[in-house]
């Protein structure tokens, strides 16, 4: 790969050099997951609860055809309030950096580039997955695929209660991704602590689940693992509430012909709609949980 092509923040460089734990940060959730200014205040905080744990933040985005790995203030208020940044996923990378042009990084490609550049832990909000009536539209998120082969542990909220959970963890076990719960046999769907669904295997401790990680890649077994995390209690939603509203935004994201990479923030922002803010506030609240969890895991497996 041409080095050119990255650039690094002084932050993560240092880290480099000293041997500091690093995580990596998904840019999507600035310019396409959250309003301004709650996107900006969100990107800074979990920032500093990485730094608070011990390990170093590196956001990652597309700006001008170069990979970023960890961004300066003035970039994340360009992504936050720039019309002109693509949804930037493992197909869209080789158009957006040989055409300088700008993105924000989904799940997959924050995966990608995090490897590029040597980085073992990735925090999100949720994962992408299996749309539901996946078996009409083949709507299948690249997250997925990008989980079977590329080998970065991501620290989630589970899968985004929008899709169809079931169908998502048969697609990780074809390809044989672990789903770990953090502390819980459940796995989480995004908003809320449980759903019907069982995760693989259950761990309670951050050095438990880095000996997991290194021991599965010191296999020689590729791609990731997903860490799935429980929103905290206190700012979970109920599950029957958030189903139903879920249902409707389906139901209009239907009648009004959404499709493709468009469907997640038109159910997000209507979600939010919806639950007259409340959704965002536990959006946030969850991310802000996975840099904790992390943040921790990083630490421990970069010891």
């Not at 083949?138 to 990008?146: G, N």
């Not at 997000?268 to 996975?290: D, F, H, Q, R």
Request: net charge negative; glycine share 8%.
């Amino acid at each position: 790969m041409k080095k050119e092509w990255l650039e690094y923040s002084n932050e993560v460089l240092e880290a480099k050099k000293n041997n500091q734990a690093i995580v990596a940060l998904e840019s999507t959730i600035i310019s396409h997951g959250m309003p301004y200014p709650q996107n900006v205040q969100t990107a800074k905080e979990v920032e500093d609860i990485i730094r608070k744990n011990g390990a170093v933040p590196a956001t990652i985005a597309i700006i001008n055809g170069k990979i970023k790995i960890g961004l300066t203030d003035d970039e994340i208020e360009f992504l936050a309030k720039s019309d002109d940044i693509e949804k930037a996923s493992r197909r869209d990378l080789p158009f957006l950096i040989a055409g300088k042009k700008n993105g924000a990084t989904t799940v997959a490609a924050t995966m990608i580039c995090a490897e590029l550049a040597g980085i073992e832990v990735f925090v999100t909000g949720g994962i992408g997955g299996v749309h539901r009536e996946a078996e009409q539209t083949m709507d299948i998120s690249a997250d997925l695929q990008e989980l079977a082969k590329t080998s970065v542990a991501v620290v989630c909220a589970g899968a985004k209660s929008i899709l169809d959970i079931g169908l998502t963890l048969e697609y990780l076990e074809t390809y044989g991704v672990p789903v770990v719960g953090y502390g819980t046999t459940s796995l989480p769907a995004f908003y809320t602590r449980t759903s019907p669904f069982e995760v693989n295997f259950s761990i309670d401790t951050p050095k438990e689940v880095a000996e997991m990680i290194r021991t599965k890649w010191e296999l020689g077994l590729n791609g990731g693992v997903v860490i799935a995390n429980p929103i905290p209690e206190e700012d979970a939603l109920e599950e029957s509430y958030i189903t139903e509203i879920i249902e409707k935004a389906l139901q209009e994201a239907k009648e009004k012909q959404i499709l493709g990479k468009n469907v997640t923030p038109f159910l997000l922002s209507k979600v939010k709609e919806l639950t007259e803010g409340t959704s965002l506030v536990a959006n946030i609240a969850l991310v802000k949980n996975n840099a904790e969890v992390g943040s921790r895991i990083a630490v421990e497996l970069n010891k």
